[in-house]
């Protein structure tokens, strides 16, 4: 079974620009998730969608930052404009909706690594 | 607001020593996650802890959870380089989200 592809998986932009990220979820997963990963830090949750619906964006920057999911499969994760802070590991994951066993195993991309100059 | 902690945030130990990493988490769950993280590498699932008691265990890392003490342990028994990577774990909190640790870097050596 394919994993939760994404691209780039490196990116170098000056502040002020704009960029976009990329994520494939395994097939079948209806919940997609954003992370952002700094350095040293633990994954933190910019958005969550179900399908084609957003569960859960209360810490996305919204003045910067947007996603969408598009007919429940392919995701993209758009920032505009870049600032320093915004350096750190795009991670993208997916997970099937919860099963008899009442696990939410969500399936890691391998990151696209951000730096802002 | 969920917070997670982990301790120690590093670890450096010899190869054939036990060690324990503590997940403390603020508000009631009972569904935790483990996960490993190598350099440069995403996240790999390695343990699913669904109710107060649960124990898992692969090869040399055991896990459990307590849910009343809001506490989940990962032992390492006999470690080996192989081990060596950071270990997070995530706390569910509402609708399928992951609250996730500060991560434990472990680092084995002879």
Redesign the interface.
Known sequence: EAGVAQSPRYKIIEKRQSVAFWCNPISGHA?LYWYQQIL??????LI?F?NNGV??DSQLPKDRFSAERLKGVDSTLKIQPAKLEDSAVY?C?S?L??GL???????????TRLTVL | ELKVEQNPLFLSMQEGKNYTIYCNYSTTSDRLYWYRQDPGKSLESLFVLLSNGAVKQEGRLMASLDTKARLSTLHITAAVHDLSATYFCAVESGFQKLVFGTGTRLLVSP
């Open positions: 919940t040293g830090q633990g994954p933190k949750l969550q179900q569960v859960d991670l994951a997970s909706d919860r066993a009442g696990a939410v195993e969500q399936f890691f991309g391998p990151g």
